[in-house]
């Protein structure tokens, strides 16, 4: 199995070398390949901050990733409950942060937005405590 980094996704995705995005998307089809939860966090970064897509755009191509038949993503529940959370409005790293949480008793932060955008959804497990 081959890992790859995120500027291989990064080319995959956006397509703005055609040459490194062809071979991209080969490195990518030819053999099963890892992608590192690290990986993830990077690439909602370089789309957001380099790229400026939005975040429906981004959590669509993570979650496309994380379904894809030959791919394998670390943390990946984790990660496409994070790329879901994106949508309705969380920053990605810390809806990871926390969905990487799940199984502990409370997630501390000294982020109030984070706290109090958590607390309006009922479904948030760990809770979120501002400290």
Same mark, same amino acid.
């Given at each position: 199995?081959?890992?790859?980094?995120?500027?291989?996704?990064?080319?995959?995705?956006?397509?703005?070398?055609?040459?490194? #995005?062809?071979?991209?998307?080969? $490195?990518? @089809?030819?053999?099963?390949?890892?992608?590192?939860?690290?990986?993830?966090? @990077?690439?909602?970064?370089?789309?957001?901050?380099?790229?400026?897509?939005?975040? &429906?755009?981004?959590?669509?191509?993570? @979650?496309?990733?994380?379904?894809?038949?030959?791919?394998?993503? #670390?943390?990946?529940?984790?990660?496409?409950?994070?790329?879901?959370?994106? &949508?309705?409005?969380?920053?990605?790293?810390?809806?990871?942060?926390?969905?990487?949480?799940? #199984? $502990?008793?409370?997630?501390?932060?000294?982020?109030?937005?984070?706290?109090? &955008?958590?607390? &309006?959804?009922?479904?948030?497990?760990?809770?979120?405590?501002?400290?």
């Amino acid at each position: 199995m081959r890992a790859v980094d995120t500027n291989v996704l990064v080319r995959a995705l956006v397509q703005d070398d055609p040459a490194q #995005g062809r071979r991209a998307l080969a $490195c990518l @089809e030819d053999q099963p390949v890892y992608v590192p939860v690290t990986v993830i966090l @990077e690439l909602e970064w370089v789309l957001r901050s380099r790229y400026g897509f939005s975040s &429906r755009t981004i959590a669509d191509a993570i @979650e496309k990733i994380a379904i894809l038949e030959n791919t394998v993503v #670390g943390e990946q529940d984790a990660v496409v409950a994070a790329a879901s959370k994106l &949508r309705s409005g969380w920053d990605f790293a810390d809806a990871l942060h926390h969905a990487l949480a799940a #199984g $502990c008793d409370e997630f501390a932060t000294f982020d109030t937005t984070l706290a109090k &955008r958590a607390n &309006r959804d009922a479904a948030t497990t760990p809770p979120i405590t501002a400290v």
